[in-house]
């Protein structure tokens, strides 16, 4: 792959965005690249991602304004469809995936931290929705994601207003969970990431799958998903170790021993 790279660190998948050259913009070719290096990741050997920018400047500048400039609206649909296909896939990713903002988070870049499940950034990160200034509205996801995260009334300022925010305004709004020096954010995405990887990895994947069903479904279906994804976890390795190294007074073993078991 040319603009898309995987690194393999423990139980920890890394995947960076590389085409520092255009601050990491998304142009068809890495969309594609992101999709299939969500797809090669080995979902037996792997319990959390972390999604990051090449560089120290820009986690991802957006869509590709260059490539967008001259396309029809029958184009500009199949793009949005492009990006948000992928975006949801990072959505709906069996484990949980971490966005490390290294930098510039705007249009498309917002939009790609905000299909993570969770979004920690460096001091220097940039985030806004600024497609209604080049003639747009947001395409990948940007108009949902954004007012679920922080609330419709603020989602609609930021997005009518086209205004960038720093990463202290994106913590205090929600945006965001935490912001680091920038040599300090991959330390501790990995250190995040190997919090959640230590834990039972079944469980983890079926709280995903809860809190992600669940917002979509009113409260009476989403307490059965819950039950439903409950249960699946009994009779399971994890169950059974976690719960039997808590009876026998064992919390050293915790449930770092146990592998992961396909259902
Ligand atoms: N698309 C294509 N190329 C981009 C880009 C983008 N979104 N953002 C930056 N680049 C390119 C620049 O064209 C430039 O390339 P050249 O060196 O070949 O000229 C290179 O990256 C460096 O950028 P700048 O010289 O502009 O760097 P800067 O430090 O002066 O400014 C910036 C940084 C403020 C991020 C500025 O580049 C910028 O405003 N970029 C566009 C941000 C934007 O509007 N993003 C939203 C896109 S629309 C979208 O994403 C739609 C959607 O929802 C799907």
Redesign the pocket.
Known sequence: MEFVTYEQDGFVGIITINRP???N???SQVLEELDAAFSAVDLDKTRAVILTGAGE??FV????????STLTKAEGEA??KK?NDIFRKIETFPIPVIAAVNG?A????C?ISMSCDIRICSENA?FG???V??G?????G?TQRLARIVGVGMAKQLIYSARNIKAEEAKRIGLVNEVYPLEELLPAAKKLAGIIAANAPIAVRNCKKAINEGLDADMDDAIVIEEKLFGDCFETEDQKAGMGNFLEKDKEKKLKVVPFQNK
Do not use: H, R, W, Y
């Open positions: 050259k255009a601050l913009a998304l142009n400047k820009s500048a957006g869509a590709d304004i260059g490539e967008m793009f949005g990006g510039f705007l249009g498309g870049g939009e940039v929705q600024p497609e200034g080049l747009i509205t947001p395409g990948f940007g």
